[in-house]
């Protein structure tokens, strides 16, 4: 069972707001990865981290910051939202060992 | 770039098995994994396989390695009517950690 939360799950705000999107993990994991994937399915890298103050970019271009100050939070920010940010935010996180990889619910945003 | 590829569905009977395919073109692929997706969820683990394998089978479900043709198939024995979904196929290796995704086989199936 995989202990990977996502908050909210849904969310609408209106152009312009800034919003955050929460990530926790309680398994200890040091890899972690934001995603956004399309209304057609497909999954895109925007964001990873390998541990605490570690943050990459991912393969697709995106607004959006984050941060990773403790092990089990990696939270993703859009400072001011637009409506082609619409989309579902999937977050994951990884064994030490490169085995497993474990998703939370999702965050469906919609933004007006 | 590390890239995968996967039709994009499949339709099949109830009881029939599925086979759902899958090619990458990362030569150092460590791990490949497969996993379902239901309406409005987060992904789901099924299962995945180190790259030294060439068959894993975990109850209705087997997976098939061919490293040298870098194809990756999933196999659901007696397919049923639950199992309908978008299946992801993703690769990664010990080099970047990252995850790539292919872009999802729905699979209907169909009493």
């Known amino acids: 069972e995989a202990d990977i939360y996502q908050t909210p799950r849904y969310l609408v705000i209106g152009t312009g707001k800034k919003i955050t999107l929460e990530c926790s993990q309680t398994m200890g994991h040091d890899k972690m990865y934001w995603y956004q994937q399309d209304p057609g399915m497909e999954l895109h890298l925007i964001h990873y981290s390998y541990g605490v103050n570690s943050t990459e970019k991912g393969d697709l271009s995106s607004e959006s910051t984050v941060s990773r100050i403790r092990t089990e939070h990696f939270p993703l920010t859009l400072e001011s939202a637009r409506p082609s940010h619409t989309s579902q935010y999937l977050c994951?996180?990884?064994?030490?060992?490169?085995?497993?990889?474990?998703f939370g619910q999702g965050t469906r945003l919609t933004v007006v | 770039g590390e890239d995968v590829e996967q039709s994009l569905f499949l339709s099949v009977r109830e009881g029939d098995s599925s086979v759902i395919n899958c090619t990458y073109t990362d030569s150092s692929s460590t791990y490949l994994y497969w996993y379902k997706q239901e309406p409005g969820a987060g992904l789901q683990l099924l299962t995945y396989?180190?790259?030294?394998?060439d068959m894993k089978q975990d109850q209705r479900l087997t997976v098939l390695l061919n490293k040298k043709d870098k194809h990756l198939s999933l196999r659901i024995a007696d397919t049923q009517t639950g199992d309908s979904a978008i299946y992801f196929c993703?690769?990664?290796?010990?080099?970047?950690?990252?995850?790539?995704f292919g872009q999802g086989t729905e699979l209907s199936v169909k009493p």
């Open positions: 396989i180190f790259s030294n394998m």
């Open positions: 993703a690769e990664s290796n010990n080099q970047g950690g990252k995850l790539i």
């Open positions: 994951a996180s990884r064994t030490r060992l490169n085995t497993e990889a474990f």
